[in-house]
């Protein structure tokens, strides 16, 4: 009867940890809207917007759980351990509204380069054939001249961009993760906390991927004529928007 008791105890925490997990990923859209903005905005391939979003998520996830467990080995009140993840919390908070700022400033300087968008230019070839086509600053030249290769445009997304978002999320706190689940957990054992927090980790990562690529596919439908200059710019504001939201506790 004891290990009835325990194994149904242990799987309650561990359903639990999965609820838990997926409900805090889905009531915070700085879960998965970063990722389906720069994704569009970077037109980054499914296989690349999903590999971002867990290793970010796993990153996440995974700074709660170390705090966790040398908590839980150094015996330290779980009201310690709720501050210091509150000044996570924080510091999280204003990196990513720096990020999404610097983001949105570094879009709107490339949208700024376009002058406006295309425009006619006209070309004289040694042939005596002139011909004009459009032309716009932000990216090169695509028309074609004999014996020359069009230059491919530059559309991606700042290399730094996805690494800034991985330390922004590596110093986001799980803040229901370790009083809800990991403290309850070791009263049972360190096999116990270790499955919780494995099992916070699976739902909350899944929770994301899953989220991104539904918005991500919904975003496809959203109308973009005019607003391909901004695209990156409006990636930064919905990043800051998110970061704005966090230190509103929403």
């Known amino acids: 009867m004891p290990l009835t008791a325990g194994l149904s105890e242990s799987l309650a925490l561990c359903l ?5 997990g997926a409900v805090h990923t889905l009531l915070g859209p700085d879960h998965y809207v970063p ?6 905005a970077g037109e980054w391939s499914l296989g690349k917007t999903l590999r971002v ?19 839980l080995a150094l015996g330290l009140a779980v009201l ?7 000044f996570r919390g924080d510091v999280a908070a204003w990196l990513m509204i720096g990020f999404g700022l610097a983001y949105m400033t570094w879009g709107l300087v490339q949208a700024s380069r376009s002058h406006g968008g295309p425009h006619e ?22 028309h074609v001249h004999a014996g020359h290769t069009p230059p491919t445009a530059a559309a991606a997304a700042p290399v730094w961009s996805p690494w800034l978002l991985f330390l922004v999320f590596a110093f986001g706190p799980c803040e229901p993760l370790i009083p809800l689940l990991m403290y309850p957990a070791a009263k049972a054992s360190w096999w116990m906390v270790a499955a919780v927090a494995l099992a916070f980790a699976t739902a909350t990562i899944v929770t994301m991927s899953a989220a991104v690529v539904v918005l991500r596919s919904g975003a496809t439908f959203l109308p973009a004529k005019g607003l391909q200059h901004y695209a990156h710019a409006c990636a930064g504001a919905a990043i800051l928007a998110c970061g704005v939201l966090i230190t509103l506790g929403l």
Not at 35 to 40: D, E, K, T, Y
Not at 80 to 86: C, D, K, S, V
Not at 129 to 142: E, M
């Open 35 to 40: 990722f389906v903005a720069m994704s569009r």
């Open 53 to 71: 979003t867990a290793t970010c998520g796993l990153a996440h996830v995974a700074g709660s759980v170390v705090i966790g467990f040398i908590g």
């Open 121 to 142: 230019h006209s070309h004289a070839h040694a042939d005596g054939t002139v011909h004009s086509h459009p032309h716009a600053h932000d990216t090169a030249h695509l």
């Open 16 to 20: 639990t940890a999965v609820t838990v």
């Open 80 to 86: 310690r351990l709720e501050t210091l993840e509150a």
